[in-house]
């Protein structure tokens, strides 16, 4: 029999996002309806992602960060990816439950930046994970499975919708919260796939106070 491994995986809700300010309706009508369901991060939402990334410095040894390929994900894994100087790898499925990324039908049905926007909003990024799944959980699931523990912990920047399903709560997760998850991969028993990961929610950080 072969033990499981088991690690620590950090969740990082993007910072605030401009369809959520008082600038909501001039973004909008100054955005294509194509392109509405991708609002990008505030001055303030960037501020926010330094004070997560500051709060992480020291707690934990990251070796790459996981995002979502959303505009306000993209910009909140980039300022937390200059603090801690680390390299970002694109999933798409991290950004499949977005609501609205939900009501247009899946990630593979919006319309996403192409990579050269990509870089310019994180030019961190030296991988689009194109093997991942296109769903969430089964995203989250791939990147844990694969992740080495010598590596460290697991860091995802994502959706507050991604955090309540991994967590299986409606959890109060104001911009830039910080969830940590105590993730364990099960072998598999025969020569079967393995079961799927088992996510168990640690603790809920706000790093804005």
Do not use: K
Request: glycine letters at 6%.
């Amino acid at each position: 029999h072969t033990p499981g491994r088991a690690m620590d995986v950090i969740c990082v809700r993007h910072g605030e996002r401009v369809d959520e300010t008082p600038e909501a309706r001039a973004w909008a009508r100054a955005t294509p309806r194509h392109r509405r369901f991708d609002p990008p991060l505030t001055a303030l939402g960037a501020t926010q992602a330094v004070a997560a990334a500051r709060a992480l410095d020291g707690r934990f040894r990251f070796s790459r960060i996981y995002s979502s390929p959303l505009s306000r994900t993209l910009s909140t894994s980039n300022e937390i990816a200059r603090l801690l100087r680390l390299p970002v790898s694109v999933v798409l499925g991290l950004g499949a439950c977005a609501a609205q990324v939900v009501r247009e039908g899946g990630v593979d049905r919006v319309d996403l930046l192409p990579q050269p926007s990509m870089l310019d909003l994180c030019p961190a990024i030296d991988r689009l994970e194109r093997d991942a799944p296109l769903d969430f959980e089964g995203a989250c699931d791939w990147i844990a499975s694969r992740h080495d523990v010598a590596d460290g912990a697991v860091l995802v920047v994502t959706h507050r919708e991604g955090i309540r399903l991994l967590a299986r709560a409606h959890l109060r997760l104001p911009y830039c919260a910080i969830a940590h998850f105590h993730v364990e991969i099960h072998p598999p028993p025969s020569s079967d796939d393995a079961a799927p990961p088992t996510w168990r929610l640690s603790s809920v950080t706000d790093p804005l106070g």
